[in-house]
């Protein structure tokens, strides 16, 4: 599941790792699963996915479907912004289309916490080919915070 020898921390300095509660049910998502969105790396706050494009995933253009994108950043997004162990649900979510992709293209979404203030969280998704930026998710969430 982990390319870190399965633990997927992600943890700076004091921050505590995600619970193996949390982490299992991230990884066990069923429209993931159906999809073949893999779970590579999970931390407090930051999350990697990987999909990699199949015919099944192509639109009447005989291109990837944005759909396909999308769900693996919103998905990295979800992972990410729920790590902490505390629900979040997205508020408000962008997807800037970059380039475009081919079948049998594995695709990387990163996501990174960047900004947390009481309720609310904002990430960041770059989603990659090869390492170059194919789209960026932007994604803000409410916490059900005690």
Do not use: K
């Not at 693996?72 to 979040?88: P, Q, R, V, Y």
Request: glycine share 10%; with cysteine.
């Amino acid at each position: 599941m982990s390319d870190d020898g399965g633990r997927g921390d992600g943890v700076d300095g004091d921050e505590e790792p995600v619970p193996e509660a949390v982490r299992e049910r991230i990884a066990s998502d069923p429209f993931c699963e159906n999809l073949g969105i893999e779970l590579v790396d999970l931390g407090p706050g930051t999350a990697t996915l990987e999909l990699t494009i199949t015919e099944e995933m192509l639109n009447f253009h005989g291109t990837p479907h944005g759909g396909a994108v999308y769900s693996l950043a919103d998905a990295a997004f979800a992972a990410a912004s729920n790590s902490h162990g505390t629900t979040a649900v997205a508020l408000e979510t962008n997807m800037s289309y970059l380039d475009a992709v081919e079948v049998g293209d594995t695709l990387r979404a990163e996501a990174r916490e960047t900004h947390m203030a009481g309720r609310t969280a904002e990430y960041q998704i770059p989603v990659t080919d090869d390492g170059e930026r194919v789209a960026t998710f932007r994604g803000r969430v409410y916490r059900f915070v005690d």
